[in-house]
């Protein structure tokens, strides 16, 4: 049982997929953060285009 418990500690795959998961969670977060502001301010955009359209 101690022997298990010593190649479960010393056994690195777990921590390497752990590592990716969250590396591709930070990823994610920045695209998302990224996207989010980046659609606020199109939308702003395509509003005052509009407006200006409908004055023409």
């Known amino acids: 049982m101690l022997e298990m418990l010593?190649?479960?500690a010393q056994e690195e795959d777990g921590?390497?997929?752990i590592?990716?998961?969250l590396i591709a969670?930070?990823?994610a977060l920045a695209?998302?953060?990224g996207a989010t502001?980046?659609?606020?301010k199109?939308?702003?955009?395509?509003?005052?285009?509009a407006g200006?359209?409908?004055t023409s």
Request: aromatic share 14%; net charge neutral.
């Open 42 to 49: 199109l939308d702003a955009t395509f509003t005052y285009i």
């Open 37 to 40: 502001l980046l659609g606020g």
């Open 15 to 17: 921590v390497t997929a």
């Open 6 to 8: 010593k190649n479960f």
């Open 19 to 21: 590592e990716y998961g």
């Open 52 to 54: 200006i359209l409908k």
């Open 25 to 27: 969670s930070l990823i």
């Open 31 to 33: 695209i998302i953060t």
